[in-house]
């Protein structure tokens, strides 16, 4: 089982949040919205690719969510994110549901903390 690394709401910065709504902080939840707006599309694609044993689908995928992660400052998130696709672009899928499992964990009190701080209806 992967290692779980820590609490996800301390990696949120919430000046990289600020700064990526160009000083707007009013604009923040809209970013935070559009960030889970994207969850599902993307854990679809990696819970596919672990599923049909396709490692390119899985490596792009987890790509594709580290980058959201990390544009938004969530660097433990991201740091998951590289580590399910480094797993799978070398072909070692076995560990993927795993991983997959810590991300989903760290979706949910990121999408909790969500709902707290900013009153956002989102789900992980």
Same mark, same amino acid.
């Given at each position: 089982?992967?290692?779980r *690394? ?12 600020? #700064? %990526? =709504? ?14 889970? =707006? ?5 854990? /679809? ?10 490692p390119?689908? @899985?490596?792009? /995928? ?6 959201? =992660? ?7 998130l ?11 672009? &070398?072909?070692? %899928?076995? &560990? ?8 989903? #964990? ?12 900013? &009153?956002?209806? *989102? @789900?992980?």
């Open positions: 089982m992967p290692e *690394v820590g609490d996800p709401v301390e990696s949120l910065n919430p000046e990289r949040l600020v #700064e %990526l =709504a160009r000083g707007d902080r009013t604009a923040v939840p809209d970013l935070v919205r559009e960030f889970f =707006a994207v969850l599902p599309g993307l854990m /679809a694609a990696i819970r596919s690719g672990l599923e049909t044993r396709d390119d689908a @899985t490596a792009s /995928a987890a790509h594709g969510l580290k980058g959201c =992660a990390a544009a938004l400052g969530l660097d433990r991201a740091a998951l994110c590289q580590e399910m696709e480094h797993l799978a672009r &070398g072909g070692a %899928l076995d &560990g993927g549901t795993d991983q997959l499992t810590v991300i989903q #964990e760290h979706l949910a009190v990121l999408a909790a903390h969500a709902r707290r701080t900013w &009153g956002l209806d *989102v @789900t992980s």
